[in-house]
């Protein structure tokens, strides 16, 4: 946290490097409008440039790589063992695509925990990424009737069927359009992602999104040494702070090295699939080609990468 | 003028129905009332309408399930294989039969004869309980009499128990053409390379086929029991 001129670590801690965000917009609101008048008058070519952004360039390898180690070295202190954040991007030819049997699924949560287990969500207060919405079989898929809360001894139960809903990974995400700083984004396979360190908390992207996908770090995440998953990604599970925003990911740092999500595998019914949509042979094209496949709530044009289907 | 003279004549009415102190004091009372049960469920800390023993009042960990694996590992062949472009090495676990004391079977059956009875089991297998389609259906509909160590198709082939599917394939067409190409059961491993299936009697009892129901686990907390909104308070 020693470098200030880093736009990752703009966030500072420090009680000399903290600035109190009302002062800074009317100190960014008197400099604009000295900008103006500076530019006016034809003055200071540097200033403008200041104004406009530019002195913002894309970070360099080297610097990205000391970023990473910074936080490699942060995280390793606090849970006291070795935790690595990784930057892979995203594969040449490859655009991930989701499929979920809603014939099969038990609704037994075994993925709702696997996802917890994987991706460092915080243990208490409680923030799941998945939410297994159970249905009536009598009235279809209800969203408004369906509740998360269910706990039968066994399940499934005879007269209900489960829809498990999690980010959906949208082509048209409204989060994504509605975020102030632009700290989440689609990447190119397909993922939205989020920055944690230039998130701001002001959870517009929540609101915007209609599938719940997005939680809020009220407090400090907890999770105990131990249960923490030390293999991590900068845009995905790594620890977050308090008071930002966080959603699944594909389990991007699993997904990027070739591995399944999470909770494909652990899914008992196997109703979990996975794939690359660019890709002829894959179980996702095979399933979009055979199978009857819906998307929630199509009528908003989200256009998900998420696919619900049933199999014979 | 005949509007306003009936007024008064009109109040005793009135009165009579609702008598003045005494609405005030049900009102207050209702008020009162109201206002203390608001109060009670705000200190509570909940507000829904949720009875005490519904789900979603305690935040679980993962930790919490030692019994479920969370942690799977891969199999030894599928981490060498390895995530890859177009050599999608696809490899079966070796079956897990419910009988594996008893395999091979010929260590029984070799000195047995055939008995191609239809009848209650009672000896031994009598824990078999044949719940799988019609009802005559019997062991060697798919067992081999003349060589209990193989399964007979209906043509007459006779395959290990590791390709038990295509057994089961002859009638479950679409499911086995499913199951081929990645969508029926599960699969772990890589998306780009190599993974592991499953066989059809891993998750199903070949002798009665239905999925066996398990226990969830539990629901998440219910906004009003989550903790967070205090701890922010107390910073």
């Not at chain 1, 200071?44 to 104004?51: L, N, P």
């Not at chain 1, 008071?243 to 979990?272: D, L, N, Q, W």
């Not at chain 2, 191609?116 to 089991?121: A, N, S």
Request: charged share 25%; proline share 7%; glycine share 6%.
């Amino acid at each position: 946290m020693s470098d200030s001129d880093s736009a990752l670590e703009t966030r500072g801690d420090g009680p000399e490097e903290k600035v109190d965000r009302r002062s800074l917009l009317i100190g960014g609101g008197l400099t604009a409008m000295a900008a103006v008048a500076a530019t006016v008058a034809g003055s200071s070519t540097g200033f403008v440039e200041r104004m406009l952004r530019r002195r913002f360039t894309e970070l360099s390898p080297e610097r990205k790589a000391e970023i990473l180690d910074a936080l490699e070295r942060e995280y390793s202190e606090r849970y006291g063992r070795e935790v690595t954040v990784a930057d892979t991007p995203p594969m040449d030819g490859v655009e991930f695509a989701y499929g979920l049997d809603i014939a099969r699924c038990v609704g037994c949560r075994r993925c709702v925990y696997a996802c917890v287990h994987e991706n460092n969500q915080s243990r208490d207060p409680q923030i799941h990424w998945i939410r297994v919405l159970r249905m009536e079989k009598e009235r279809g898929i209800e969203l408004a009737e369906s509740t998360a809360y269910y706990e039968p001894p066994e399940v499934p139960e005879p007269d209900a069927f489960y829809l498990p809903v999690a980010c959906q990974q949208c082509r048209n995400p409204a989060c994504v359009k509605v975020c102030p700083v632009k700290a989440t984004w689609q990447e190119p396979d397909g993922i939205v992602v989020i920055d944690s360190d230039w998130c701001i908390g002001c959870r517009c992207c929540m609101s915007a999104c209609p599938y719940g996908a997005r939680h809020f770090n009220w407090s400090e995440p907890t999770i105990s040494s131990e249960e923490l998953n030390p293999n991590t990604h900068y845009l995905g599970n790594r620890p977050r702070p308090t008071g930002v925003v966080e959603k699944c990911t594909f389990c991007i740092h699993r997904t990027r090295e070739g591995r399944y999500p999470a909770c494909v595998e652990i899914c008992p019914v196997g109703a979990r699939k996975f794939g690359n949509l660019l890709d002829e042979n894959s179980e996702m094209r095979y399933l979009l080609r055979e199978k009857r496949v819906f998307v929630l709530k199509e009528e908003l044009n989200t256009q998900p990468r998420f696919y619900y289907f049933y199999a014979t | 003028m005949d509007e306003l003279d009936r007024q008064p004549r009109e109040k005793p009415d009135g009165d009579r129905l609702l008598p003045g102190a005494s609405s005030l004091a049900v009102l207050l009372i209702v008020f009162v009332s109201l206002s203390l049960l608001v109060l009670f469920s705000i200190m509570r800390g909940g507000v829904g309408h949720v009875a005490s023993d519904a789900g979603g009042t305690k935040a679980y960990s993962p930790a919490d399930f030692p019994e479920i694996n969370f942690d799977r590992q891969l199999l030894e062949e599928v981490e060498n294989a390895g995530p890859s472009g177009d050599d999608a090495t696809f490899r079966v676990p070796p079956p897990s039969l419910a009988y594996e004391d008893f395999f091979p079977c010929s260590d029984c059956h070799a000195e047995m004869d055939v008995n191609l009875e239809r009848r209650q089991l009672e000896e031994m297998h009598d824990d078999i309980e044949l719940d799988h389609g019609p009802k005559d259906r019997w062991c060697f509909d798919c067992h081999n009499p003349d060589d209990r160590d193989s399964l007979r198709l209906a043509n007459g082939t006779l395959i290990g128990f590791d390709e038990s599917y295509r057994l089961c394939g002859q009638c479950h067409g679409t499911i086995f053409r499913d199951w081929r190409e990645g969508i029926h059961g599960r699969r772990e491993g890589y998306w780009n390379g190599a993974k592991s299936y499953q066989l059809c009697a891993h998750c199903h009892n070949p002798h009665a086929p239905r999925f066996q129901p398990i226990a969830p686990l539990p629901p998440p907390v219910r906004p009003q029991f989550l903790h967070a909104a205090e701890e922010v308070h107390d910073e």
